[in-house]
């Protein structure tokens, strides 16, 4: 299998760790979320880290992301990385992993600083007055983004 590894210079001294995971993932860790996606939780160097293998390519997609497409987990990075350049807050980037065999993308990860905040879709949950404040938020967070050209 080819492996591409692409670290953030500021977390190269996990490299260790991050080259290891697409052999370790799936046993190690802690589960914080099965799905569509998988989310582990680790600890290492003492920063607490969040990896998101992402699941379920359809053979079409396998070629697609290989030949033509950046994967979902090089695409959450760069992404990642924007944000800050326009000062908005959110986890750091770590590294991202794409795992190839015969020219198909056959698995790849996003790795992060783990961050413990509350799921928006637990407040959805509560009613009106309870999480008013955050939807307001969310709203001029969202607006924001929309005035800088992120869509």
């Given at each position: 299998?080819?492996?591409?590894?692409?670290?953030?210079?500021?977390?190269?001294?996990?490299?260790?760790?991050?080259?290891?995971?697409?052999?370790?993932?799936?046993?190690?860790?802690?589960?914080?979320?099965?799905?569509?996606?998988?989310?582990?939780?680790?600890?290492?160097?003492?920063?607490?880290?969040?990896?998101?293998?992402?699941?379920k390519?359809?053979?079409?997609?396998?070629?697609?992301?290989?030949?033509?497409?950046?994967?979902?987990?090089?695409?959450?990075?760069?992404?990642?990385?924007?944000?800050?350049?326009?000062?908005?807050?959110?986890?750091?980037?770590?590294?991202?992993?794409?795992?190839?065999?015969?020219?198909?993308l056959?698995?790849?990860?996003?790795?992060?600083?783990?961050?413990?905040?509350?799921?928006?879709?637990?407040?959805?949950?509560?009613p009106?007055?309870?999480?008013?404040?955050?939807?307001?938020?969310?709203?001029?967070?969202?607006?924001?983004?929309?005035?800088?050209?992120?869509?």
């Amino acid at each position: 299998m080819n492996t591409k590894v692409t670290i953030n210079p500021n977390y190269d001294h996990l490299s260790s760790f991050i080259n290891r995971l697409p052999n370790e993932f799936a046993s190690s860790g802690h589960l914080l979320f099965y799905g569509r996606n998988e989310l582990r939780v680790f600890t290492v160097g003492g920063l607490r880290i969040v990896v998101k293998s992402y699941n379920k390519l359809t053979l079409a997609n396998r070629y697609i992301y290989g030949l033509f497409r950046k994967s979902k987990g090089q695409r959450a990075y760069e992404n990642a990385l924007l944000l800050q350049n326009y000062q908005i807050s959110t986890p750091d980037p770590i590294a991202y992993i794409d795992c190839y065999r015969n020219g198909r993308l056959v698995k790849n990860y996003f790795i992060s600083l783990f961050v413990s905040m509350p799921q928006l879709g637990q407040a959805l949950g509560l009613p009106l007055s309870e999480n008013y404040n955050l939807l307001v938020d969310f709203a001029r967070f969202t607006f924001n983004l929309h005035e800088i050209g992120i869509f």
